[in-house]
Nanobody
Framework: QVQLVESGGDLVQPGGSLTLSCTAS????????MGWYRQIPGKERELVAT???????NYIASVRGRFTIFSDNAKNTVYLQMNNLISDDTAVYYC???????WGQGTQVTVSS
């Protein structure tokens, strides 16, 4: 079972950028596909972006063109680069090995002026 640790969340102004990191141990390469999810209090957790071992990526419509998911197997890390952030992006962001049972603790992203 993989252990996942997210980092990189912060308070940022609208229009700003953040890059989230999710480090997997002991290894990332055997746990694809990987996904980034987000959750607002009182709402269900939402899948935001996915990446496969072969590098295929998918995004929900609301973040397409603003967010980029990528990974570095040598660093056992999956990233979520977020540009042009808006208030609706405010949430706790989690990474997850899709089809598995592991979740990280989450990292808070707050978009506010």
């Amino acid at each position: 079972q993989v252990q996942l640790v997210e980092s990189g969340g912060d308070l940022v102004q609208p229009g700003g950028s953040l890059t989230l990191s999710c480090t997997a141990s002991p290894s990332l390469s055997e746990f694809y596909p990987m996904g980034w999810y987000r959750q607002i209090p009182g709402k269900e957790r939402e899948l935001v972006a996915t990446i496969t071992r072969g590098g295929a990526r998918n995004y929900i419509a609301s973040v397409r063109g603003r967010f980029t998911i990528f990974s570095d197997n040598a660093k056992n890390t999956v990233y979520l680069q977020m540009n042009n952030l808006i208030s609706d992006d405010t949430a706790v962001y989690y990474c997850h090995n899709i089809g598995g049972s592991s979740w990280g603790q989450g990292t808070q992203v707050t978009v506010s002026s």
